[in-house]
Antibody, heavy 116, light 107 residues
Framework: VQIVQSGAGVNKPGAPVKISCKTS????????IHWVRQAPGQGLEWMGW????????KYLQRLQGRVAFSTDTSASTAYMQLSSLRPEDTATYFC??????????WGQGALVTVSS | DIQLTQSPSFLSASAGDRITISCRAS??????LSWYRQKSGKAPELLIY???TLKSGVPSRFSGRGSGTDFTLTISGLQPEDVATYYC?????????FGQGTNLEIK
């Protein structure tokens, strides 16, 4: 199993950012993808998940309306778009997948910096 | 939302020591608790799931206990490579919150 993320970079306040999470080595539609972010020097914050099998999503309530998860099942890739960026959105964004029994894989993370 | 409170926030111990990190949930979460280790600049790694089950390949010096609201992670025989921040996470109810982390230093 491999998960490779892309989309790191510097973004202006108010702009959107889209992070991709390309997976391989397992059946993409079988397990949910979770998104977790970590501000510099801070702890982990669970942002929500998407079920690639049916497209169902759950979002952290305080991000609702600004965050959107999506998938491209043909490319085994998940996406996280965060709009109306604020300086406090500066963080490393991780995607991960897991299943009961300790099956747990993370991407390497994508650092998003919000700065003018 | 369920809150997880870890203690201590910072821990300094010597190689070979036995240490314990606590994680308390604001309401019962049965055994829906995992422990992660995050080394500097890396993604978190799963150590323990279902409160007490060691993930395959994780050294046996790591152990977890608890159910309901009180959980512990114990490392018996600290190794230099255990320098990291440790997080608990509940998967009982959305949002799947993490504890605030315990920063472990080896003296």
């Amino acid at each position: 199993v491999q998960i490779v993320q892309s989309g790191a970079g510097v973004n202006k306040p108010g702009a959107p950012v889209k992070i991709s999470c390309k997976t391989s080595g397992y059946t993409f539609t079988s397990y949910s993808i979770h998104w977790v972010r970590q501000a510099p020097g801070q702890g982990l914050e669970w942002m929500g998940w998407i079920n690639p099998g049916n497209g169902n999503t759950k979002y952290l309530q305080r991000l609702q309306g600004r965050v959107a998860f999506s998938t491209d099942t043909s490319a085994s890739t998940a996406y996280m778009q965060l709009s109306s960026l604020r300086p406090e959105d500066t963080a490393t964004y991780f995607c991960m997948t897991s299943a009961p029994g300790g099956w747990d894989y993370w991407g390497q993370g994508a650092l998003v910096t919000v700065s003018s | 939302d369920i809150q997880l409170t870890q203690s201590p926030s910072f821990l300094s111990a010597s190689a070979g020591d036995r240490i314990t990190i606590s994680c308390r949930a604001s309401q019962s979460i049965s055994i829906y608790l995992s422990w992660y280790r995050q080394k500097s600049g890396k993604a978190p790694e799963l150590l323990i799931y279902a409160a007490a089950t060691l993930k395959s390949g994780v050294p046996s010096r790591f152990s977890g206990r608890g159910s309901g609201t009180d959980f512990t992670l114990t490392i018996s025989g600290l190794q230099p490579e255990d320098v990291a921040t440790y997080y608990c996470q509940q998967s009982y109810d959305i949002p799947y919150a993490f504890g605030q982390g315990t920063n472990l230093e080896i003296k």
